[in-house]
């Protein structure tokens, strides 16, 4: 039986999150770069996918990570008045507070997604985040509600 058999909530032996990190480029990145040159330490849970600005997110991105098997997604992007596109981080904190609030009415649970502000000074701020994010999909256990199954034949003609 793999983890996604299990209902949400319920934690399988040894499992550990999976989560996909998309970030801005421009204060983000350089948030998690910093933290890594700083030798600050956070869980090694998170696929960072580096995004010239988070207002260019497509929401179905979002939800397309949860169905391949992300058990939680972080979008970050630059404080506000701080976006070098002027307000793709308002657009991107406009279309996600839509895609939250669709994700939780067809029954996700609320901590699998989670969007934030880290600029390229805050290393320890972005550790911070990664840490309480995965602490949560943790606590949440394996994601289940979104996550395409393969069908038999798709399983034999994949091996």
């Known amino acids: 039986m793999s983890h996604h058999d299990k209902p949400a909530g319920k934690k ?9 990190a998309i970030v801005c480029n421009w204060c983000t990145y350089a948030g998690a770069d910093l933290a890594g040159i700083s030798r600050i330490q956070y869980p090694p849970n998170v696929r960072i996918i580096r995004v010239p600005c988070t207002g260019r997110i497509n929401p179905f991105y979002i939800v397309k990570a949860l169905q391949a098997g992300a058990d939680g997604v972080l979008v970050s992007g630059c404080h506000p008045g701080e976006c070098h596109y002027l307000t793709g981080n308002l657009s991107a904190r406009r279309k996600f507070a839509t895609l939250k609030s669709f994700l939780n009415y067809i029954g996700l649970e ?3 997604t989670t969007f934030t502000w880290v600029s390229a000074s805050e290393g320890e701020r972005f550790a911070q985040v990664i840490k309480g994010v995965t602490e949560r999909v943790r606590a949440l256990g394996p994601a289940t509600k979104l996550v395409k199954k393969l069908r038999d034949a798709d399983v034999a003609v994949a091996k």
């Open 12 to 20: 399988s032996e040894g499992w550990e999150p999976k989560i996909v």
């Open 110 to 112: 609320d901590g699998r």
